[in-house]
Nanobody, 123 residues
Framework: VQLQASGGGLVQTGGSLRLSCTASGRAFSDYGMAWFRQAPGEEREWVGGITRSGGATYNIDSVKGRFTISRDNAKNTAYLYLNSLKPEDTAVYYC?????????????????WGPGTLVTVSS
């Protein structure tokens, strides 16, 4: 499966963005998926995940109440809604997926990655 993330850009503090992750090659509904981010000089960080069916989502504490994950399997697309953005949210955001129903916070659990999309939040 190939993934392509889009929707990043430059936004002011408090602004919003919607990131999209579109899959091709196999049925997207076969995969649990997740969003990660990596700031300059930092380790890749799990942001949140969503199960294959979309029935359950998970987020790290620092984005709870601000970021929302959803998916539309009919469109082979997952979304990450970023609201109330802060400068510390600045990073390259990646989507990743893995076969099976579940999601995971561990990067090595994901064999498939998109190339990333840059989100820059200005203060």
């Amino acid at each position: 499966v190939q993934l392509q993330a889009s929707g990043g850009g430059l936004v002011q503090t408090g602004g919003s963005l919607r990131l999209s992750c579109t899959a091709s090659g196999r049925a997207f509904s076969d995969y649990g998926m997740a969003w990660f981010r990596q700031a300059p000089g930092e380790e890749r960080e799990w942001v949140g995940g969503i199960t294959r069916s979309g029935g359950a989502t998970y987020n790290i504490d620092s984005v709870k109440g601000r970021f929302t994950i959803s998916r539309d399997n009919a469109k082979n697309t997952a979304y990450l809604y970023l609201n109330s953005l802060k400068p510390e949210d600045t990073a390259v955001y990646y989507c990743a997926c893995r076969s099976g129903p579940f999601t995971s916070a561990i990067p090595s659990a994901y064999p498939y990655w998109g190339p990333g999309t840059l989100v820059t939040v200005s203060s």
